[in-house]
C-alpha cells in the first residue's frame, strides 16, 4: 500500500518523540488544527498507517503510540 503526504507526516511526527503522543497535538503539528477540534481526520490516517502494516496504540481520548515497524519484505 502507497503512503499518502499526510500519512508520512504522521507517520514523522510520531517517529520523532516516541512514546504516547496526545491527540491535540498531533492535530496541531500534522494539521495545523486547534486544541479541542472534534474530526475523524487522525483516525483515517491511523487506519492507512495499520493498513501498511505499522503496529499503532491507541487510547481512546488520550492519545497515540506508534509500537512497530512493518516487517521487511
Known amino acids: ?3 499518502r ?3 508520512i507526516r504522521l507517520l514523522r511526527e510520531l517517529q520523532a518523540e516516541p512514546g504516547l503522543r496526545r491527540i491535540d497535538d498531533l492535530l496541531e ?3 495545523g488544527l486547534r486544541p ?3 474530526t475523524r481526520t487522525l483516525d483515517t ?3 492507512h498507517l495499520r493498513r501498511a502494516g505499522y503496529r499503532i ?3 481512546r ?3 497515540v503510540a506508534l509500537e512497530g515497524e512493518p516487517d521487511p519484505p
Request: charged fraction near 30%; hydrophobic fraction near 40%; avoid cysteine.
Open 1 to 3: 500500500m502507497n503512503l
Open 5 to 7: 503526504r499526510m500519512d
Open 29 to 31: 503539528r500534522v494539521w
Open 36 to 38: 479541542g477540534t472534534r
Open 45 to 47: 490516517h491511523l487506519h
Open 57 to 59: 496504540r491507541r487510547v
Open 61 to 63: 481520548g488520550v492519545g
